[in-house]
């Protein structure tokens, strides 16, 4: 914070420290946030080592991760963002265990259109993350399905020479180039490639994918249509029609080129199987030992890893290999709500040379080590707090907004030292535009959330903290005239009315929401002496309405849940 913002902001925080917050009309205002998680797991199994860390390296909805490293010492991480914004979080990190947030790559509405898209189904699908050495330039491509659903070019590419500075190029949109899941190549001659996951043309059954591979022309940024060639076609095994082939990614080691690819859909029968080639314009051959990574075949199991595939691969200075892929951790074997996340494990060789991460029923591990690499203080794994007071001039990186930026929604500058919500007739069930709501990913199944509430509301007016599933099923303690309540919303704004409680003349309140049962419940509790005491509103609510429930094939809910603050006129 500089001078100019201290002078600024002084005169509001000296009247927060006397508990002085003045109430604004129509607008609720949130002095703090405070996360806390307590997953089971973590307190049952500290790490014995400094150079132990846990599985997932990323918690919470963080899903599709793509890494690259430089050659100069830094790796960079990028995952989905769907329908939330600002969009792709960039993660960067020296040694692989330690990484930081340090911003985002698609952060104007130039880059990130995202009107009529739904949190959950709309939006950029599988971000892909790349340095070409040769140019010294980084290369994020994915796809914006919203766009594609409209009919126009949904895949595109942004640059940047420094992504530490923030500044990404606008996007360059792969015009006459179908399909999902783009990704980059750049060989060793310097010639780019872009592969992706497109439909077969009448297919032999249903599910039934192609990996198609065209030739990029990086001085002109345009794919060459006409080079179009198919790399792969059905899966690793295509007599046991295999479905959904995507997330494809190329690499060259020991002058061979490999194809990476998830197949078997994001649900339970998830995998990556591999194939390879001595010329890249040459027949792919499968493994006869794929998946390569799988969970697939091992049933429920107690703090088990589901879900495991759409891998990345990096190889580190001392030349070892390793993965970053998504996986769900479901409770009981049930279900989650925290969605797809971020795991790591090291990159095993064949004799005949074929990387693999697990073969049989090799299970994920939740405790790894990397030799040589020490844990820091601050991680992004376990157990962690995180506490925001709202004074930065503006909002940390790991807060989100549904579907555009909503500055006209949320401020922090019209009360320093506190986040400001207009009440407005935008709800998050509506997909139209972006609602009054600030959230972060939810990232543990047992958790404590809390914030405190200045708020007069009038007729129709509530605002609070939301847990946010999708725009058809959210739970929300709110205040409104009628009191405080735990209302559970569906479809259009409908809501059920779960527990209330007056609140005559208060006009702060702190509000609190915890994830129990090991997260298959949910206790909404506040308290009127700036959490001194507390009330339970309710306890036990049913975790489940929120949760994602896995099949053998299919598609899964792409995104998890999110927490925040919210302010609504209905």
């Known amino acids: 914070m500089n001078i100019k913002h201290l002078l600024w902001t002084l005169p509001a925080l000296l009247m927060i420290a006397c508990n002085q917050v003045p109430v604004l009309e129509h607008k609720a205002v949130f002095e703090d946030f405070i996360y806390e998680g307590n997953d089971v797991y973590y307190q049952q199994h500290p790490l014995q080592a400094d150079d132990e860390f846990y ?111 923030g500044e990404w190029s606008d996007p360059i949109w792969l015009d006459d180039m179908g399909g999902i899941d783009p ?142 892929f998504l996986g769900t951790r479901r409770i009981d074997g049930e279900m989650e709500n925290l969605g797809r996340e971020t795991f790591m494990m090291p990159v095993c060789w064949s004799d005949d040379g074929w990387p693999y991460m697990t073969q049989g029923n090799d299970q994920v591990p939740l405790i790894l080590k990397m030799l040589g690499v020490k844990r820091n203080e601050q991680v992004t794994f376990g157990n962690f707090s995180i506490s925001d007071d709202f004074t930065s001039a503006k909002l ?78 959210q739970y929300y303690l709110a205040v409104g005239t009628e009191g405080i309540q735990v209302q559970k919303i569906g479809e259009n704004d409908v809501y059920e009315v779960l527990a209330s409680a007056p609140l005559t003349g208060k006009k702060d309140v702190t509000l609190c929401i915890e994830g129990t049962n090991k997260g298959k419940t949910f206790d909404f509790s506040y308290s009127t002496d700036g959490g001194h005491t507390w009330n339970i509103l309710l306890a036990g609510a049913d975790a489940d309405y929120l949760a994602t429930h896995y099949s053998s094939n299919g598609s899964s809910s792409f995104t998890g849940t999110t927490i925040g603050m919210y302010a609504v006129k209905r």
């Open 396 to 473: 940390a990186d790991y807060w989100v907004t549904a579907r555009d930026a909503a500055t006209d929604k949320y401020s922090l500058s019209e009360l320093p030292g506190t986040l400001v919500l207009n009440c407005n007739t935008m709800t998050l069930c509506n997909n139209q535009g972006s609602a009054a709501y600030v959230g972060r990913r939810l990232q543990h199944h047992q958790f404590r959330a809390t914030t405190r509430m200045y708020f007069q509301p009038e007729a129709g007016e509530w605002a609070g903290m939301v847990l946010l599933k999708n725009e058809s099923l």
């Open 55 to 165: 599985n997932p390296i990323l918690p919470g909805w963080y899903s599709d991760p793509s890494i690259c490293a430089d050659g100069k010492g830094n790796y960079f991480m990028v995952t989905s963002t769907f329908g939330y914004y600002p969009g792709v979080p960039l993660f960067h990190s020296t040694d692989m265990v330690n990484w930081q947030q340090v911003g985002h790559i698609l952060t104007r509405p130039e880059q990130l259109p995202l009107e009529h898209n739904s949190v959950s189904t709309g939006g950029i699908f599988a971000a892909s993350l790349f340095y070409n050495k040769y140019n010294d330039t980084y290369y994020m491509i994915t796809t914006n399905m919203g766009r594609m659903m409209r009919g126009l070019q949904g895949n595109f590419i942004v640059k940047s020479k420094d992504p530490l500075s």
């Open 183 to 324: 990704s980059l190549f750049f060989d060793d001659d310097g010639k780019a490639y872009v592969v992706h996951c497109g439909m077969t043309l009448n297919p032999p059954y249903p599910g039934c994918n192609q990996i198609i591979m065209h030739e990029y022309d990086l001085e002109n940024d345009k794919v060459i249509v006409e080079s179009a060639t198919v790399l792969a076609e059905g899966g690793a095994f295509p007599e046991n029609k295999p479905i959904a082939l995507e997330g494809p990614h190329l690499y060259k080691w020991n002058g061979k080129y490999y194809l990476m690819c998830a197949e078997g859909g994001t649900e339970l029968g998830h995998s990556e199987v591999i194939f390879r080639s001595d010329d890249l314009h040459g027949k792919f051959v499968a493994w006869e030992k794929n998946p390569i990574l799988t969970q697939r075949t091992l049933g429920n199991r107690q703090d088990g890893v589901y879900c495991t595939g759409h891998a990345d691969i990096v190889q580190d200075p001392q030349g070892n290999w390793w993965s970053v």
